[in-house]
């Protein structure tokens, strides 16, 4: 705690004395790349050589969060404000370092908002890949000025002057303006730190106090914090500031920049990113996006961000029904840092109260519940992910289904729609025939093809559902690691899809429900009652396990009985044993739930659904 007091006077009185830096001494930008280029590496090094962090033992500074230390990668943008002299002068550099993986796109978008320009690091060793084509696309997009940097040059495996030609082809670069660095090693990155000040434009200065919300996280002893990007105006303790979404005034107690931990500062200053911290008390009155302004000014909000819509839902139940209020407290705290996550309430006879997330896709969801589960001490239970389908009813009414429980009688249905996503698949030219066999044994369909030097990239269009499983870690694993894929979301398409449901003892089971193609129901439908059978203990009578479509069955599995009860062999006499018996079953039953007459364990539900 002392050295953090120390650490932190320290770095307090050297901010303090340079807050007074005029916008034209700051540069916005973020790294942006395809997973695992080494933007986090990158942004080590820009830490160190500015002196913002002491040089050597960082790895991944900016990566946080628990969840990004154990998987190793980047799931959440994190910016950090560094100072730089070049040619004597001292600049504010803001970087924000983005993640690479393609669930987390929304946080790469929203980061662009805050920045004039965007360093596009290629790896030396893979050249252009899915992600790099889509960063470029949303950096252009977004009027910024972009740096092409390659990365890894150090590798004995890098093919920089080919990965040139990649970047002079297809994005028309200039090869005299291509950065070749080791973020590893360091090699060239003090040159492109002196080159930002020239090639990214500072930001603008709008007069008017405007504060646009590009993050906010819920921090145990501030509250709610604010990541705002000053687009004018100042901001200090004891200002006042209007929310143009809510209309709602709140007092300012605290700003300060993150260099990179939070720094207090005595204000704000036009083109800064800073954090702030008010009287809010409601999380979801910090919608990233809003303007805040002064109370008394008529100056307009800019343009939000676009509502981002789920590609992939599940429910999410405490393991122990009894921790439901404190899940209600911890998942709206926790989806304030992640307002690409939806959240409705809802329950289930299984599984008791919960709520229907929507998320971007299943890496999401997973590193959602990881989260959960790692800053708020909680164990919640998933249900299988699933898309949301669009069911066309007789009547001429469209219901999204996003939840097999809720959807329509059938008798009401004319048909269903499915999600559809375009995907583009890069790979190395030998792997291409794995890649179509792999695509088409998913119902993709080719829609276009192109060469990038020995690389092949394919655009494929598939149901969204057969995306969303594994195909990622099925093409990396069918091409070593080569193969990359990114997707977006098409539109729907008709449809053969009808709703599987499970059945223990004829009773149906709502989490065991699905909307699933009809030509995938018997096999799912099949490996499920397989999975059950596996997984639910025997009981003292014989376990039916039923899958039906319209009610007909298409898979069924029987669990034997075991016929006998727990205590049956000890007689009235022997009270220690009997007890002992009964505790390790009273212990046993936590991990237990009742679905209708049957008790399954609480995972079985997950482990249903592993993989092979
Ligand atoms: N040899 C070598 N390895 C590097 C270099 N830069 C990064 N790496 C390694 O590449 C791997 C990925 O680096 P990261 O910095 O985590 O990549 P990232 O782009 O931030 O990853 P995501 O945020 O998950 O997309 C790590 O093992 C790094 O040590 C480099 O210049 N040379």
Redesign the pocket.
Known sequence: MLKYIFKNSITSFHLLSKYQISIDKIRNFCII????????????RFLEITGTISKGKH??YL?KLEVEKER???VKAQSAAMFYTVNGIEYLYNLI?????VDFTYEVSRSMRACEGAIL?I?ATQGIQAQTLSNYILAKKQNLKIIPVI?????TSANTDSVIQQLVEKFDMNPNEIFK?????GTGVTDLLNNIVTLIPPPQDHKELKCFLIDSWYARDKGVVLLILMKGGYLKKGDQILSCAFKKKYDIFEVGIQSPENVPQEKLEPGQVGYVITNMKASNEARIGDTFRHPLSKTLPEAGFEQVKPLVYCGIYPEDPDDYAELNKSIFKLALTDPAVIIQKESSAALGNGYRCGFLGVLHMDVFRERLENEYNLSVLLTSPSVPYKAILRNGKEVMVENAIMAPDAAIIKHYEQPMAIATIMCPEEYSATIFQLCDARNGRLVDQEKYDKQDRFIFKFPLNEIIQDLFDKIKSATKGYGSLEYEFCGFEKANIVKLVIHLMEDPVDALSFMVPEERAHQLGKKICQRLKENIPQHLFVVSIQAKVGGKVIAAEKIGSTGKNVTAKCYGGDYTRKKKLLDRQKEGKKRMREVGRVTVRKDTFISVFKDD
Request: net charge negative; charged share 30%; proline share 3%.
């Open positions: 790349a395809h997973i695992d280029h080494g933007k986090s590496t990158l942004a080590d790895e991944q990566d190793g990668i980047t370092d983005t993640p690479g993986h690091l790896d990365n890894k040059i150090d590798m660095v080791s973020a590893k090693k």
